[in-house]
């Protein structure tokens, strides 16, 4: 199963979540409110019971998607996140686990609200199998989400 975690001011009608889409129509994109324990709450709804999830998460929901793989790591196969925000004050409360799980991030290099440079770290302490890559975007990467090999990205 692949799903889309949009970000905190976002939806699944946003620009990621309508091409995501026309990509892969049985891609699930719910949509997230609240708090991060009501999204959190929610997510969990939405995949009880799952296997075999390809996680991708872009900013907040890149957070989400960390938050699930770690509370749940046999159910995930992949992840891939787009300026993940593991630099959010809402990520200090959760107890880090390594993460085993192939995981993708995309991040860019004039992202002011997830920075590169306190994004990678945190990154490289979570993700045990981590391939990262710093694109000449800002934090929304309309720029560079289009052009993403997301078959590669999201085979197994």
Same mark, same amino acid.
């Given at each position: 199963m692949k799903i889309f975690l949009h970000g905190l001011e976002s939806s699944s009608r946003g620009a990621k979540g309508t091409f995501l889409r026309s990509l892969y129509p049985d891609m699930?994109?719910?949509?997230?409110?609240?708090? *991060?324990? %009501? &999204?959190?709450? !929610?997510?969990?709804?939405? *995949?009880? =019971?799952?296997?075999? #999830? &390809?996680? #991708? =998460? $872009? $900013?907040? =929901?890149? *957070?989400?998607?960390?938050?699930? !793989?770690? %509370?749940?790591?046999?159910?995930?196969? &992949?992840?891939?996140? *787009?300026?993940?925000?593991?630099?959010?004050? %809402?990520?200090? =409360?959760?107890?880090?686990? &390594?993460? %085993?799980?192939?995981t993708w991030m995309i991040i860019g290099r004039e992202d002011t609200v997830t920075p590169a440079e306190k994004v990678i770290p945190v990154a490289r302490k979570i993700f045990a199998d981590l391939h990262h890559s710093e694109v000449a975007d800002d934090h929304m990467l309309s720029r560079t989400f289009r052009e993403l090999d997301w078959e590669s990205l999201l085979s197994a």
């Open positions: 699930g994109i719910p949509d997230f409110k609240g708090s *991060l324990a %009501e &999204r959190m709450a !929610a997510l969990h709804d939405v *995949l009880a =019971g799952q296997k075999n #999830i &390809r996680l #991708i =998460g $872009s $900013s907040f =929901g890149g *957070l989400m998607a960390t938050i699930f !793989a770690m %509370e749940n790591p046999a159910a995930v196969d &992949r992840i891939v996140l *787009l300026a993940p925000a593991l630099n959010f004050p %809402e990520f200090a =409360g959760y107890t880090i686990h &390594r993460i %085993e799980i192939p």
